[in-house]
């Protein structure tokens, strides 16, 4: 393919991205419409198609998307993650150390099925209520809790989208990240808590104020009808434990049985729409739409960058620095795939290399390529708040807060911005590439 083309097809792809991180355009719609673009330029050079851009999405991980949405909707409407958060807090005492353990391990466990921004909904409110009520900083409680959300949903299948991706194009299954994943991520959640020690003081100067955050929770909590921030409301939680279970229970048997996690998630998300009492007006975003939209634009994008030649490159990087070695290879990949996810986000540079590690994985026997570029894309996305859908919600939510304040309340830590969190960002990227490194060394065909 001519180099013009293949510059005027990364400019395209850039161009868009630059204006939805910008948060210049609506996410959904820039994306189609930059899917539109490069079906015309796609026409008007006769380089890609549009039975090519059909074939180029992952109907698969749509499907996932979909039906894990709508889970996670249902269980955040009952009000039980409330409660389990209000528990948590009650249990530490007031220990600012066991504070931020907890939330980090609940942010970590609850990413695991759940969306990470869903899940940082739910217990940012939480954080800044409690930092406030005990004079913590609470911008480096919240980096802690980003990056856990992040390593909750690289250990499964279902816990963010660049997996979901991932299994749909390799056919993997929810035991296999189970087995491949998991294990990692958690000595690299032990890595991230032993980091944060530092920025935490274990001295209590004040004591847990349990009726300040209760009455905080009560008026975030989505299920009011109680008078406790412990209420539920007992038909959503009973109907969402229930399908996600049977769900869960699908995922394992799935490769058994012969059967695709994606259609035993559709058809969970299909139970939840008849069985949710979901309100016809939170529809759309209940099943996560904008990020249907969203990724189905950028399916059909890449489509056209790899039609165009461009990933082309990125194979020859690989190629070139590993030296035809295959754990140079692997390694390559995992921090090639560390370096662009901040620029573009997890998702996104999941999609962008698929193409590439498909290609590569016809010459490699097991499953190592894809645990290397997970890992990759999950160090990335932890470098930066860019890096993630979560980290410009959880910026834009603290400094909203930070306004509301009283005149004269402190507001030392309670902002977390670009800059202030590269601070923790960067080092832990580093240290979750330098332990994924050893990791894929040891597992490499």
């Not at 380089?47 to 979909?66: G, K, N, R, T």
Request: charged share 10%; aromatic share 10%; proline share 4%.
């Amino acid at each position: 393919m001519e180099t013009p083309l293949i510059v005027l097809s990364l400019a395209l792809f850039s161009g868009i991205f630059v204006l939805v991180q910008m948060d210049l355009v609506d996410r959904g719609l820039a994306m189609l419409g930059g899917a539109l673009a490069f079906l015309f330029l796609g026409w008007a050079f006769d380089f890609y198609i549009l039975e090519e851009a059909i074939e180029a999405i992952y109907f698969d991980s749509l499907a996932l998307l979909f039906g894990m949405s709508l889970i996670s909707n249902a269980l955040f409407r009952s009000g039980v993650f409330h409660a389990l958060a209000f528990q948590a807090v009650r249990y530490s005492g007031g220990n600012r150390l066991l504070i931020m353990t907890l939330l980090v391990l609940i942010t970590y466990t609850i990413s695991t099925c759940f969306n990470n921004l869903s899940v940082m909904v739910i217990l940012l409110p939480l954080t800044l209520v409690l930092c406030h009520s005990l004079k913590m900083a609470a911008a480096p409680i919240v980096a802690a809790e980003l990056i856990a959300s992040n390593l909750g949903g690289a250990s499964t299948l279902v816990g963010d989208f660049p997996n979901m991706i991932i299994g749909s194009v390799a056919r993997l299954h929810f035991d296999d990240f189970i087995i491949g994943m998991m294990v990692p991520c958690l000595v690299l959640l032990a890595a991230l808590l032993l980091y944060f020690q530092r920025d935490i003081t274990t001295h209590d100067t004040a004591p847990l104020d349990l009726e300040t955050i209760h009455q905080a929770l009560l008026e975030l909590s989505p299920n009011r009808k109680g008078e406790s921030a412990m209420a539920v409301d007992p038909y959503l939680l009973k109907v969402g434990v229930w399908v996600f279970v049977l769900t869960l229970t699908g995922f394992f048997l799935a490769k058994p049985l012969g059967m695709q996690p994606a259609m035993l998630s559709f058809v969970a998300g299909l139970v939840m729409l008849g069985l949710g009492k979901l309100p016809w007006n939170e529809l759309f975003d209940a099943m996560s739409g904008g990020d249907i939209l969203f990724f189905l634009g950028l399916f059909i994008m890449v489509g056209g960058l790899q039609a165009a030649g461009v990933l082309e490159v990125f194979r020859w990087i690989i190629h070139t620095l590993g030296g035809g070695n295959t754990t140079f290879s692997l390694l390559v990949l995992m921090w090639l795939a560390g370096l662009v996810t901040p620029l573009f986000n997890a998702g996104p540079t999941t999609a962008l290399l698929i193409p590439v590690v498909q290609t590569m994985s016809a010459d490699m026997a097991g499953d190592a390529i894809w645990w290397a570029l997970s890992l990759g894309v999950l160090a990335g996305s932890s470098a930066t708040l860019s890096g993630a859908t979560a980290g410009p919600v959880v910026a834009s939510f603290m400094a909203n807060h930070a306004r509301q304040m009283p005149k004269g309340q402190p507001v030392h830590g309670a902002i977390l911005d670009f800059h202030g969190y590269l601070r923790w960002g960067v080092p832990v990227a580093l240290i979750f590439l330098g332990l994924s490194s050893v990791y894929i060394m040891m597992i490499a065909p």
